[in-house]
């Protein structure tokens, strides 16, 4: 059985619906795309690495990762920490705006809980994937162990996949934030990056020109996003365009990426070639943002990915 593991942080999710009324949910963009692939690809085994608190919806998040069937055995629980939260509203072109609760998340201690012996267990795994987000959220004084367990899980075998997913207010500056992605750019076999993701820390402003930032780093597989443009990947060096066919009836674009995240690399575990897997993860990406808040109900989800044959 192929496997793979998500290291990040999930957090409450809560969405206005109509005046004065929040729905409550759980979200992040790791736990997204964990959920996405899980669902797509049952057969793989598909595990969240994070750090929730005691509390009560503590205990309903590890619940929620349960019924969508990911595994939560390196879901930890700290005594005095909690979930963060975050408030989301969205446009009329549902484009997102949020309010973060984070500063006492349990997420940012996750990293204490890997063990020698648990990278010993991760080291049989098939992936190992991390976002900026995941890096921001770890705190400053963990990166040096969290880039051993990297090296070491490299070392072993797993293919190391890195999203950039740029949240400049996570982080304290520009350089700090570049130095801690020149790591994972330099670790990674597979990244998956946004163009705006790059045009602001490295004034890249076309997939072109990221592919060509990218060039001097040993990554096998890049695949590029340009929002409801096109895709753009790159394996060795074969190049390739993949069009996109764009949606119309756009709610809210929250977990396009993740969902993208999730498929794509669902299909590539399961064997499936690049544009193939591209192709899944737009439509999943493309179901998402027609349903309001980062996950779509699963019916609704399950039905639009039937038209591929999953």
Known sequence: ????????ECMIE???????????????????????LKRC?????????????????????????????????????????VPGMYYIETDEQGERSFIYWRDDSAAK??????????????????????????LAVIEEQARAQFWDIVK????????????????????????????????????ADITLPGVE????????????????????YNINEIIVK??????????????????ITPVKNVVDTTSAGDAFNGVYLGARLDGRPISEAVKLGAQAAGAVIQQPGAIAPKDVFQQAMAKSGL
């Open 197 to 216: 993701d790059l045009e602001t820390l490295y004034n890249v402003q076309s997939v072109e020109a990221v592919i060509d930032y990218l060039a001097p």
């Open 152 to 187: 070491q899980l490299k070392a072993a075998g797993v293919k190391i996949v890195f999203d950039p997913n740029y949240r400049a207010r996570l982080w304290d500056n520009v350089e700090q934030t570049k130095a801690q992605y020149h790591s994972a750019f330099s670790l």
């Open 1 to 8: 059985m192929k496997n793979i593991y998500f290291i990040g």
């Open 226 to 243: 340009n929002g409801p443009d096109s895709v753009i990947t790159k394996e060795a060096n074969t190049v390739q365009s993949h069009s």
């Open 41 to 81: 690809f049952p057969q793989i085994s598909t595990s969240v690495i994070t750090a929730l608190g005691e509390d009560n919806l503590s205990k309903k998040m590890r619940e929620r990762f349960a019924s969508e069937q990911l595994n939560t055995d390196y879901v930890f629980a700290h005594n005095s920490k």
């Open 14 to 36: 809560l969405r206005a619906t109509v005046p004065s009324t929040l729905h409550q949910s759980f979200a992040g963009d790791v736990y997204n795309s964990a959920v996405y």
């Open 109 to 134: 201690k996750v990293v204490e809980f890997i063990s020698p012996g648990l990278v010993k267990q991760l080291s049989s795994g098939d992936m190992f994937f991390f976002s900026g987000i995941s």
